[in-house]
């Protein structure tokens, strides 16, 4: 299976500043088809997931343009350009190439 | 819009059994694979169980292999999580999620179910 792994795991940050979440799958995510399957997702308090993020760095509709996917192979990176207070949460990677099993990263919990 | 509708959770003892829905609108439900994800409480997501689009072909979490069975129905746009044998670590919120190329685009609100004597 492969294994996906966040850093931090905690973030504490200033409203209007920057932050970054970083995400290391196990092996390379790049699949036969060219793609890679890297997917970020947000889960407000009490809320169900929400995909903010898709094949690296293609946003979903309606998600703000102050979040950016990037990365490549087995390290990839979330980057809030200024968090803003509907931000706080936790934030989870997910691969969908090498499935199954379809496997979440531990989850980083953003804190204002 | 999209919508996934769970149902069917709730308290049960250990060793009993537990069958999940989940109804769809919104899409074309028999075009797509669905999913069925849980989050013990306070922890991360798990995987547990996907469906192919036209029922098909199922695979599962090595945790509920033999335990779990997804199913479905395109007639009536249901999707279905029977749990047998359930245990203590079974105790999650469970939501239904569709499948989009290598990733999960819409998730329904969840619903709890308690493994407990």
């Known amino acids: 299976d492969v294994v996906m792994t966040q850093s931090p795991l905690s973030l504490p940050v200033t409203l209007g500043q920057p932050a970054s979440i970083s995400c290391r799958s196990s092996q390379s995510l790049v699949y036969s088809d060219g793609n890679t399957y890297l997917n970020w997702f947000h889960q407000r308090p009490g809320q169900s997931p929400r995909r903010l993020i898709y094949?690296?760095?293609n946003r979903d509709s309606g998600v703000p343009d102050r979040f950016s996917g990037s990365g490549s192979g087995t390290d990839f990176t979330l980057k809030i350009s200024r968090v803003a207070a509907e931000d706080i949460g936790v934030f989870y990677c997910m691969q969908g190439t090498h499935w199954p099993p379809y496997t979440f990263g531990q989850g980083t919990k953003l804190e204002i | 819009q999209v919508q996934l509708v769970e149902s069917g959770g709730g308290v049960v003892q250990p060793g009993r059994s537990l069958r999940l829905s989940c109804t769809a609108s919104g899409f074309t439900f028999s075009s797509f694979g669905m999913n069925w994800v849980r989050q013990a409480p306070g922890k991360e997501l798990e995987w547990v169980a996907v469906i192919a689009y036209d029922g098909s072909q199922q695979w599962y979490a090595d945790s509920v292999r033999g335990r779990f069975t997804i199913s479905r129905d395109n007639y009536e746009n249901t999707l279905s999580l029977q749990m047998n044998s359930l245990r203590a670590e079974d105790t999650a919120v469970y939501y239904c999620?569709?499948?989009?190329?290598?990733?999960?685009?819409?998730w329904g609100q969840g619903t709890l179910v308690t493994v407990s004597s």
């Open positions: 094949k690296v760095s």
């Open positions: 999620v569709k499948s989009a190329a290598g990733s999960f685009d819409y």
